[in-house]
């Protein structure tokens, strides 16, 4: 069986974004760019799966500008068998992403689709969503456990009560959440393979897609400053300034 993992170049989470003095956006200029922690983690499974002999192969795909061969090169040092690049403007959004991806699946026939639950730029979490929608596959959303079993995936899912197990048939799209583990560092021996894995270049014409917007952006805005926050010396003193300050109790 084949697992494709999507894999989408975003700002690093450790930079401090800053909006555009146009208010179009947010800068990308001279950004540290990275893959997307969530999708670090969808790789991560596709590899523990394949090591567990679940699987034969590790496919990633990018969509977004040359630059997402990067990115893809990153989820190969960590150990995925070879990679297909969509070349795409930045703010593909993600109903194209999902169309897209629709078409590669088509091509590759993978018994599995992990991918991020949502992508740390635009906060999104729709495309696997959508994806699963347009295949016609079963979804599972913010999974914290992923078991295969034959042609059913056991999913541990993260939901505001706690966790919800259910049982999918595969083919099956399935978004990671944080806590399913713990994404492996490449080594440097594996950063030098992957340097020779190929990455395929696949157009959005080629694949027949009409990525057009369907979103526009009106404005983009720094978040308000927040005030300084005080320290409080004991519980009682906490207590009084919520109940008379805050009146919040
Ligand atoms: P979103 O719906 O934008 O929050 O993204 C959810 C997940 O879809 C991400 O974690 C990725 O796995 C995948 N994804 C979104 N955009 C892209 C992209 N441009 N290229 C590859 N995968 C993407």
């Known amino acids: 069986m084949k697992i494709l993992v999507p894999v989408k170049r975003v ?11 146009d208010q179009s956006g947010v800068e990308l200029a001279n950004v540290k760019m990275a893959m997307n922690p969530f999708d670090e983690i969808a790789v991560e499974q596709a590899l523990r799966i394949k090591e567990a002999g679940q699987a034969d192969e590790v496919v990633l795909v990018s969509v977004g500008p040359t ?25 593909t959004e993600p ?19 992990l991918c991020g639950k949502q992508a740390i730029d635009d906060d999104s979490n729709q495309t696997g969503q959508m994806l699963s929608a347009l295949l016609g596959w079963s979804q599972a959303t913010f999974a914290s456990g992923v078991e295969l ?4 995936a056991k999913i541990i ?17 399935v978004s990671v959440d944080l806590r399913l583990n713990e994404p492996r560092y490449a080594s440097l021996p594996n950063i030098m393979k992957a340097k020779k894995k190929p990455i395929d270049s696949v ?4 694949l027949g897609v009409d990525i057009t917007s369907r979103l526009q952006v009106l ?14 010396g004991s ?5 009084e300034k919520l109940k008379n300050e805050a009146k919040v109790i």
């Open 11 to 21: 700002i690093d989470y450790n930079v401090k974004v800053r909006v555009k003095a």
């Open 67 to 91: 630059q997402s061969q990067e990115t893809i090169r990153t989820g190969l040092a960590m150990g995925a068998d070879r990679g297909i690049h969509i070349e795409a403007a930045h703010e």
């Open 95 to 113: 109903l194209a992403v999902a169309k897209l991806l629709k078409a590669v699946i088509e091509r590759e026939e993978p018994g599995l689709v």
């Open 149 to 152: 079993a034959g042609d059913k």
């Open 157 to 173: 899912r993260e939901v505001d009560g706690g966790l919800e197990h259910i049982t999918v048939s595969m083919p099956t799209v």
């Open 203 to 206: 157009s959005v014409e080629e």
């Open 219 to 232: 404005k983009v805005e720094e978040p308000e400053a927040r005030a300084a926050g005080i320290k409080v």
């Open 235 to 239: 519980v009682n003193e906490l207590v």
